[in-house]
């Protein structure tokens, strides 16, 4: 076969092609949260390979010297499994907690850095991740009519949970197929697709559209949007579609911000805005009521999450934070403090300085990207992602996702180690 821009030509691309190709196999058989950890330590391990035991191979003198941002998230990731420690040791809570918690950072937040490195480092182009998710596009849309025809015609709303549940050891979720949920009270479908949870999907399709939009052939590309668009709407998740908004349009914003004509335009929106400030200033407010009321009850536990997880954090374990995620009382249905939020999330389990580590190596990725984003493409891209998932670190837990959104983790290394060059 003709070997082009969108085949894969080397042993990481074909392992990262065949990945993003294999989602819905994956979901099916319930293996997608165990394929994200596998295929990170699998690119982490042939890097290892290329650069000490067979540097003389040709994909070896491909191997990138990682951009020192890459590093940063290295070494902030690894600075997140001591303040874990620490934290356990500070209540007491015994190797054996250790351990599992242990393998569950190695799940998260090492799993962030190992996918951010090999997007960096090997020779993995965009152009593989962006073919092939919009070749899984093409997938979902002709999955689409069996979804939404599912909660009609009675099938049931989960198939079932894999038995491999009992490798991944996190909860049900993650390893049922489930084709539909219905909302509490109103009693309509909502669609996860292959995530979670519905708001998880839309952090994915959102994923998808911006790959989507970079995709050169124009049969594919309409696939790939048209699944996009399909992910973010079924889910219904009020955050995607805020995303949709505001991420989608960076591309363009940042491709034309340099040329004057630009500024000129810009002048009379600016000028409208001051002057219309107090009627935006209200319509905004309003929005954000209607947002928040849109899903009362899911607002309500989140904030109350939210706010026992600070309460909590400043007096009990400030600095290393608690170790473990508990569960909320009754008021909060039982889930997990600081649930729901990264930040908040971070500092229950592993106190402020957790918060620092993922605060660094994310301010940093964000100001380097929004400077070379004026010039490169690859950039810009890097740049919506991490636009992303520092939008979506107040509404999720990153880590617990990481297996889902890794092409925008190897997205985001790759403009990093742009910089570089």
Known sequence: MVQTDNHPQNSPERLVHHTILATWLLWLVGGLYIAGPVLGCALALLTLYFYFVAPALPEAKRLQTPHWSIMMWLLSMAAMQIILVAGHLNFGLGTGAIIKSSIGWAKGWLLIALFIFAGAVLPVRSEIIYRAICRTGKYTILLLPIFLAAPFIGLPDTLWVSPLKIVGGSGSEYFATTLY???????????????????????????????????RDRGWKSWGIAAALAIIFLSQSRLALVGLVVIAPI?????????????FVAVVPILLAGWFANDILAFLDLAQSEFSGARADSTRVRETLGRIAIERWQNEA???GHGIV????HLVEYMPIGSHHSWYGLLFVKGILGLIALAIPMAISLVLLVRTALF????????????????????ENLESLAYLYWPALMLIGKALQHKAG
């Not at 591309?251 to 500024?263: C, D, E, G, K, V």
């Open 251 to 263: 591309a363009l914003i940042f491709s034309q911000i340099t040329r004057p004509f630009i500024w």
């Open 181 to 215: 949920t219905l909302e509490p009270g109103s009693g309509s479908p909502r669609w996860q697709f292959f995530a979670p949870w519905s708001p998880a999907a839309g952090m994915v399709g959102l994923v998808y559209f911006i790959c989507a939009l970079q995709e």
């Open 376 to 395: 490169s493409p690859a950039a810009r891209v890097g740049l919506s992602m991490i636009i992303l998932l520092l939008m979506y670190s107040f509404g």
């Open 326 to 329: 508990e569960r909320g009382p």
């Open 318 to 320: 400030f600095w290393f």
